[in-house]
């Protein structure tokens, strides 16, 4: 069958041939629809993250944003043509608590791989198998969406670990602040101005009209707030502080910047990882007062488990579809790879399609 | 009667005589019997911080941590004789939500005096009243002990926020790191060397031994960490990174450094408020990388609720009082004010008797 593979010692990603896998007992067999790539594949790429082929490989089956359709259930609770979205992360030795509590997302680093990011092959191949309990079942209606599953987990990840973490109060916040205007930004935008929890939200980019991402942003009703003209920190001295800052921007300083974006009593989630490490002169004082003083949060947020797929799943059910159709700029055959890894400023979220 | 007075005009602290209170409508009447000094009474003094008098006055009565006894219920549900002790806070005009809902720990600046330290009269009078609804009735038998109920409902109120944070996911805390070894940090100590949340404690202070800080800690079975040995960014390259970080010191970068002490999932609070802005070199994409990766989360928390003062009193009660009582390191009459407030290596806590 064909996959996509990164080779790390050749810097290169090409499609190769390779066996289709046999699923072990118990696991499931995937027939592959459609794959989503974001940042951290084209970091992969860059070889600025990840891609650590499997032990002994000389490469690494790359994607980590699947949708699938069952083909062998193997006696699972599946059944054959389920439209399924698999978790990124395995536990080499299935040993740890993380694992057992199907709480990988909060395991240590080194206790486990992710799939077609290190460790282990994704799912950018014909087929690929996997344990049924990192499979996620989804509408036949959104599988033209599925792989847009994984980073909306994210979002609902930290929107429960945001939530969580105010619960022990009366919090009604009402604003909320995306940094970054990347597919994981757009993204959040959209569920954020289009869900429940907000009534309004904004959304930084640095980008100069006319742009497709600030069409996106205004387009479901957000407003952009151009980082050149007003930074994160300066964000509150022109519109009123916000109750949520949702972080994917990776810049170092927005973890700190977050926190005077924010009204009393709100929180950030920083999601983005930086590219190394950055030195910056801090103003400790005035961000440890802020703080303390207005009981403010910061919460780091990586990766996802189940329950935040499945909270994923049911936002696209009821997401309006012109919305999230906009945010695909390109779906790739096997044959465009190099097109598909691609990144422009017209580039929102490119889609790999094995279901050609 | 006589109260203990702060003028900030003359920068004195001195007793005064003032008119006994009349309870208005609804206000009970207590007696004072002891009241605590901490840091924030010595930096009110100091100028340092609050001290303003209410409205037209030129002095504050001080004091925020008091212990005292119902003389007048005033149709409360209280019984004369009842030993109790205030909350801090109070919302002038009685309109915020915050204030309805008791949770003026959460309430934004601006929208509160708290009592003793800013804006409306303190404890440190041989009577005061207040609305009933900010007293916390204890138990006779911790009456001795009652000015340790306001600085403990700030630790409770922390763990609060803390387990609330960590609530979303299956987190097994093992150990505490307190930062500071003045009052609250000695306290902090005692409550989480002997509550049931963690199996081990640390404390970081910056002492020589033979010290009586040491002694509170090593007596309790914590262990000592001297923050000139090993800094806080350092800590977890000698010790287990800790699942707990309490922040009393107030130095600015420790809001940043604790997030490197903690281990993955971890959190911090920080409940120490830097005299000044304080800018640091800080290496930022370290900061929000092991945020991120390790699911790490940093809150603010300032003052506390009800049910944290009753969840402090419940502490107390259990708490071993000997070890209390080596907290205690100075009572004092009124005729020794002065004395009251130095601070010096071997003050602990200070205490104002009013029961004379």
Chains 1, 2 share one sequence.
Not at 87 to 92: D, G, W, Y
Not at 141 to 149: E, K, P, R
Not at 282 to 293: I, K, N, P, R, T
Not at 299 to 311: D, M, P
Request: a negative charge; proline letters at 7%.
């Amino acid at each position: 069958m064909d996959a996509v593979a990164y080779f790390p010692d050749e810097s290169d990603v090409r499609l190769i041939e390779t066996e289709k896998p046999s699923p072990a007992d118990g696991e499931v067999l995937v027939r592959t629809l459609e794959v989503g790539i974001d940042g951290s594949d084209r970091r992969i790429v860059a070889g600025d993250i990840g891609g650590q082929p499997p032990n002994g490989e000389n490469h690494l089956v790359l994607g980590h944003e699947a949708v699938g359709v069952v083909c062998d259930p193997n006696g699972s609770a599946f059944e054959a043509g389920d439209v399924v979205t698999p978790l990124v992360r395995r536990s080499p030795d299935h040993e740890t608590r993380f694992d057992t509590n199907g709480e990988l997302d909060m395991a240590p680093p080194g206790t486990f791989h992710e799939r077609g990011i290190t460790g282990m092959h994704g799912y950018m191949a014909e087929y690929f198998t996997s344990d049924p309990a990192h499979l996620v079942r989804i509408p036949d209606a959104i599988a033209s969406y599925g792989f847009l599953v994984e980073p909306a987990s994210l979002i609902e990840k930290s929107l429960e670990q945001a939530f969580a973490a105010r619960s022990a109060f009366d919090w009604r916040p009402e604003s909320a602040f995306v940094l970054g205007n990347g597919n994981l930004g757009l993204l959040a935008t959209v569920r954020l101005e289009t869900g429940e929890e907000f009534a309004r939200t904004y959304c930084l980019g640095r980008r100069d009209r006319p742009d497709p991402t600030i069409d996106v942003i205004e387009g479901v009703g957000s407003t952009y707030v151009d980082s050149r003209e007003l930074p994160v920190a300066a964000f509150a001295d022109e519109h009123d502080p916000v109750d949520y800052v949702f972080e994917t921007t990776g810049y170092p300083k927005h973890a700190v910047d977050a926190v005077f974006a924010l009204a009393p009593n709100g929180v950030a989630t920083v999601q983005g990882i930086p590219d190394e490490s950055m030195t910056f002169d801090v103003d400790c004082g005035a961000f440890h007062s802020e703080l303390v003083v207005t009981n403010k949060a910061l919460l780091g947020v990586v990766n996802s488990r189940k329950r935040h797929f499945e909270a994923a799943v049911e936002w696209l059910e009821t997401a309006p579809k012109p919305l999230l159709d906009e945010l695909v700029t390109g779906r790739y055959g096997l044959d465009e790879i190099d097109a598909a890894f691609e990144d422009s400023p017209d580039t929102l979220k490119s889609v790999l399609s094995f279901d050609g």
